[in-house]
């Protein structure tokens, strides 16, 4: 079931590969978490700091005193969470990772700061890229395909 993943950010100056030794991943309702992602809550796969190799070490930023955060300065993306005082292990975003879909959550983080109404949306109405003509046909006209 280990295996090495890779991922990084969205204008892929920030790169990693990391060993994963499953398929658990957890979401992260904090405030601190909803604050740094401007969402309401964030996936995060759990890692090794040891078993993680930057090609470029991402930007930190200290968002509370017992913590900083890796992102990319040029686009934004939120790659880390890591403690101040090292452990063993730290926390990427699951969807910094090439693919993604490796990972089921299996836990929360912070249930009293969750936002009831986000947890559970299959019963939501869908609106799929290729079937939304005002944004599909920006994508068509500025790179001539919809995005992977």
Same mark, same amino acid.
């Given at each position: 079931m280990s295996a090495t993943m890779t991922g990084g950010c969205q204008c892929r100056r920030i790169r990693y590969? *990391?060993? *994963? &030794?499953d398929d658990d991943a957890y979401l992260c309702h904090c405030r601190m978490c909803q604050h740094a992602t401007g969402g309401v809550s964030i996936a995060f796969k759990s890692v090794k700091i040891a078993d993680v @190799?930057? &090609?470029?070490?991402? &930007? +930190?930023? %200290?968002?509370?005193?017992?913590? %900083? +955060? #890796?992102? =990319?300065?040029? =686009? #934004?993306t939120p790659l880390t969470f890591e403690f101040l005082k090292p452990g063993e292990r730290m926390d990427l975003t699951v969807g910094s990772f090439d693919d993604p879909y490796r990972f089921k959550p299996t836990s929360h983080c912070s249930p009293e700061t969750?936002?009831?109404?986000?947890?559970? @949306?299959? #019963?939501? @109405?869908e609106h799929r890229l290729d079937e939304n003509?005002? @944004? +599909?046909?920006?994508?068509? &006209?500025?790179? #001539?395909k919809l995005p992977d």
């Amino acid at each position: 079931m280990s295996a090495t993943m890779t991922g990084g950010c969205q204008c892929r100056r920030i790169r990693y590969s *990391v060993l *994963v &030794e499953d398929d658990d991943a957890y979401l992260c309702h904090c405030r601190m978490c909803q604050h740094a992602t401007g969402g309401v809550s964030i996936a995060f796969k759990s890692v090794k700091i040891a078993d993680v @190799t930057w &090609e470029r070490q991402p &930007e +930190r930023y %200290q968002s509370s005193p017992i913590a %900083q +955060r #890796g992102f =990319c300065c040029e =686009c #934004g993306t939120p790659l880390t969470f890591e403690f101040l005082k090292p452990g063993e292990r730290m926390d990427l975003t699951v969807g910094s990772f090439d693919d993604p879909y490796r990972f089921k959550p299996t836990s929360h983080c912070s249930p009293e700061t969750w936002h009831a109404d986000w947890l559970d @949306t299959r #019963g939501l @109405t869908e609106h799929r890229l290729d079937e939304n003509p005002a @944004t +599909r046909d920006r994508w068509i &006209e500025a790179i #001539g395909k919809l995005p992977d």
